[in-house]
């Protein structure tokens, strides 16, 4: 498999911080960029946690700053619960952070990038869509010049798993329906990887305990910054963590892992399943709705989870092993 271009759509975030150690730590990535948006915590948290882990992991590419509201809904407040006030756990941060932001908003940078190498950008998307959204409409031609997109969004029901924040709708694309909606209707190679596959995937305890003690630093931080989020999860009977926005970083280097399902996806706008993801299996004729003219996307249904953890585990105790900062 060769060498994906990857830029990062993130709201870090916890497991989006360790789902950038995944892609920065992986032997068949090239992260290109980050680009932040507003989610798990305000924009201004989450653009500053990109920077600071840009920083501190010597990661080479531009951190872009992005949306920080929805294009539908408002902006609920940050989940403090689950991923701490300054959006990692609540781990001291510094007080400056250094270095500055791409002069870009983060769409236009995306924009720019997929132009700039056809075909070439792959694009793992693990908050709000709305960064991606803003893009396509200014951009259209970008569907056509992506290599790849892969977004942790929706649920569709398997393994019994239909949503987060709320009983119905997971929290990305609640965060932004519209958004979300607008990604679902643009012919492009997109790959949809949902809670029917990233609740399936856990890290337990002794899992995060071994990583600490075997991924250095790397492993410590990580420690770091998930004990907030643990304890978040025991609280309903999890026991470890599920592993939400690494599940898009292993579909992108290792599809080989997941079982899919194709077809058209729509999002419910209003109502009590506002922010729900429904799917048309190609496979089957329904009488005309809403799907009708959409085009085909990849669903998440099936992961081989010990070998994705065994995967994750081993891109990062090596990485960090090499002392690659
Ligand atoms: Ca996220």
């Known amino acids: 498999m060769?060498?994906?271009?990857?830029?990062?759509?993130?709201?870090?975030?916890?497991?989006?911080?360790m789902a950038l150690?995944?892609?920065?730590?992986?032997?068949?990535?090239?992260?290109?960029?980050?680009?932040?948006?507003?989610?798990?915590?305000?924009?201004?948290?989450?653009?500053?946690?990109?920077l600071y882990l840009k920083n501190l992991f010597n990661i080479a590419a531009p951190v872009a700053k992005g949306a920080?509201?929805?294009?539908?809904?408002?902006?609920?407040?940050?989940?403090?619960?689950?991923?701490?006030?300054?959006?990692?756990?609540?781990?001291?941060?510094?007080?400056?952070?250094?270095?500055?932001?791409d002069p870009r908003t983060a769409h236009r940078f995306i924009i720019d990038m997929v132009r700039a190498n056809?075909?070439?950008?792959?694009?793992?998307a693990v908050g709000r869509m709305t960064n991606l959204a803003l893009a396509l409409r200014e951009a259209p031609d970008i569907a056509h010049l992506v290599?790849?997109?892969?977004?942790?969004?929706?649920?569709?029901?398997?393994?019994?798993?239909?949503?987060?924040?709320?009983?119905?709708?997971e929290a990305n694309i609640h965060g932004d329906v519209l958004a979300a909606?607008?990604?679902?209707?643009?012919?492009?190679?997109?790959?949809?990887?949902?809670?029917?596959?990233?609740?399936?995937?856990?890290?337990?305890?002794d899992y995060l305990q071994n990583l600490r003690s075997d991924a250095d630093f790397v492993g410590e931080f990580i420690w770091d910054i998930s004990r907030l989020y643990e304890q978040f999860y025991n609280s309903f009977g999890v026991e470890g963590i599920c592993v939400h926005d690494s599940s898009?970083?292993?579909?992108?280097?290792?599809?080989?892992?997941?079982?899919t399902r194709s077809g058209p996806i729509c999002v419910v706008q209003e109502g009590i399943a506002y922010?729900?993801?429904?799917?048309?299996?190609?496979?089957?004729?329904?009488?005309?709705?809403?799907?009708?003219?959409?085009?085909s996307h990849r669903i998440c249904i099936d992961v081989e989870r010990e070998a994705f953890l065994s995967l994750y585990r081993e891109t990062i105790v090596t990485g960090a092993g090499k002392g690659l900062k």
């Open 2 to 17: 060769r060498v994906a271009k990857v830029i990062y759509d993130t709201d870090p975030g916890i497991d989006d911080a």
């Open 21 to 50: 150690l995944f892609l920065h730590y992986s032997p068949l990535v090239d992260l290109v960029g980050i680009t932040s948006v507003m989610g798990n915590a305000p924009i201004e948290v989450t653009t500053r946690n990109a």
């Open 68 to 101: 920080a509201a929805p294009l539908k809904g408002e902006m609920r407040a940050a989940p403090a619960h689950i991923h701490g006030h300054n959006g990692l756990g609540d781990i001291p941060l510094p007080e400056h952070i250094e270095g500055e932001v």
């Open 118 to 124: 056809p075909h070439e950008i792959s694009i793992v």
């Open 147 to 169: 290599r790849e997109v892969v977004i942790m969004g929706g649920a569709f029901g398997y393994h019994g798993h239909l949503g987060n924040i709320t009983p119905a709708a």
């Open 181 to 205: 909606d607008e990604i679902f209707a643009v012919n492009w190679p997109l790959t949809v990887v949902g809670l029917d596959v990233t609740v399936e995937t856990v890290m337990t305890h």
């Open 248 to 259: 898009a970083v292993a579909y992108l280097i290792a599809p080989q892992l997941f079982k």
């Open 275 to 295: 922010g729900e993801t429904i799917q048309k299996s190609d496979m089957r004729r329904h009488p005309p709705g809403p799907w009708e003219g959409r085009p």
